[in-house]
């Protein structure tokens, strides 16, 4: 069974950039489409990116668009999310997820990175 675990958390100031990492196990990542996903306490878990399996397309959400980058190292079994221009309203704790498709609800997920934006 796929196994998830996130890194690269941590406390960055605005406009500062992060690359958190997600390692895999128990099976290749490479056989799935991949996604991050963040949630603020007391706010409905949002679908950050996500790169389909099918043809490696990605798709992320409108309020990161232009600053998230979501890829994959086949090689290490691991995927990552670069974050540039970071927002104080990107403060939230940062998942790894992964399934046959992109969706919102995805199979397999990692415990979560938290990530604070702050000056």
């Known amino acids: 069974q796929l196994q998830l675990v996130e890194s690269g958390g941590g406390l960055v100031q605005p406009g500062e950039s992060l690359r958190l990492s997600c390692a895999a196990s128990?099976?290749?990542?490479?056989?799935?489409?991949i996604a991050w996903f963040r949630q603020v306490p007391g706010k409905e878990r949002e679908r950050v990116s996500c790169?389909?399996?099918?043809?490696?397309?990605?798709v992320h959400s409108p309020s990161v668009e232009g600053r998230f980058t979501i890829s994959r190292d086949n090689a290490k079994n691991m995927m990552h999310l670069q974050m540039n221009s970071l927002k104080p309203g990107d403060t939230a704790v940062y998942f790894c997820?992964?399934?046959?498709?992109?969706?919102?609800?995805?199979?397999?997920w990692g415990k979560g990175t938290p990530v604070t934006i702050s000056a």
């Open positions: 997820a992964a399934d046959w498709i992109c969706s919102q609800d995805m199979k397999y």
């Open positions: 128990g099976d290749y990542l490479q056989y799935y489409s």
């Open positions: 790169m389909r399996l099918r043809d490696g397309s990605t």
